[in-house]
């Protein structure tokens, strides 16, 4: 069975970092478009990061642009997301996703999610 899990979530203050990790068990990532959500209370999920399907270009939502950085290491299964100059507006659970499918920023297109992890940013 195919499983995603992230780690690396907690609370931080404003202004410093943290790296999440995705890590998969049952598939291969060298063929799924792997991205980053996150969900904050009372809001919808919503995108933060991804790979091209091709994994050689990334794509950021506005709001993180220039603070996050999505990678990967394929030989490892797993997929981080850097964030540096934490807000308090970065609050969230954060997700990882894949998909064999679309090369796609919509939630929606993502059928494979990992449990997510809480990052709580402190003001």
């Known amino acids: 069975q195919v499983q995603l899990a992230e780690s690396g979530g907690g609370l931080v203050q404003a202004g410093g970092s943290l790296r999440l990790s995705c890590t998969a068990s049952g598939r291969t990532f060298s063929n799924s478009v792997l991205g980053w959500f996150r969900q904050a209370p009372r809001k919808e999920r919503e995108f933060v990061a991804r790979?091209?399907?091709?994994?050689?270009?990334?794509y950021y939502a506005d709001s993180v642009k220039g603070r996050f950085t999505i990678s990967r290491d394929n030989a490892k299964n797993t997929v981080y997301l850097q964030m540096n100059s934490l807000k308090p507006e970065d609050t969230a659970v954060y997700y990882c996703?894949?998909?064999?499918?679309?090369?796609?920023?919509?939630?929606?297109?993502?059928?494979?999610w990992g449990q997510g992890t809480q990052v709580t940013v402190s003001s």
């Open positions: 790979f091209s399907r091709s994994g050689g270009t990334t």
């Open positions: 996703a894949a998909n064999l499918v679309y090369a796609s920023s919509r939630p929606d297109d993502y059928d494979l």
